[in-house]
């Protein structure tokens, strides 16, 4: 099975920057999309970013030109540069990655991984 493991949550400032990663390990034929999501009090859970296997990356329109998110294949690892944080950046955000099995089937998966708390504070 795909496991996920997600570090570098933790209290800023408003203003500060965190830098978010998570590391993918297991039975993959390959990773096709990584993406990050976060979940705050009384809110659904919404993306914040996502990038594909060959580099197009999607923004939150509430985190564009703060944000970005880039993949290390050779580790199967994703980040999250998170800059200017505000206030409503305050969520836990969870690691999720999609790709194909290392089996015969080459089934489809979807794995997410524990989630971390960003919180900011004024």
């Known amino acids: 099975q795909v496991q996920l493991v997600v570090s570098g949550g933790g209290l800023v400032q408003t203003g500060g920057s965190l830098r978010l990663s998570c590391a993918a390990s297991?039975?993959?034929?390959?990773?096709?999309?990584m993406a990050w999501y976060r979940q705050a009090p009384g809110k659904r859970r919404e993306l914040v970013a996502k990038?594909?296997?060959?580099?197009?990356?999607n923004y939150a329109d509430s985190v564009k030109g703060r944000f970005t998110i880039s993949r290390d294949d050779a580790k199967n690892t994703v980040y999250l540069q998170m800059n200017s944080l505000e206030t409503e950046d305050t969520a836990v955000y969870y690691c999720?990655?999609?790709?194909?099995?290392?089996?015969?089937?080459?089934?489809?998966?979807?794995?997410w991984g524990q989630g971390t708390q960003v919180t900011v504070s004024s």
């Open positions: 999720n990655t999609e790709g194909v099995t290392e089996d015969l089937s080459r089934s489809g998966f979807s794995a």
């Open positions: 990038i594909t296997r060959g580099g197009t990356t």
């Open positions: 297991g039975r993959m034929f390959v990773i096709n999309t």
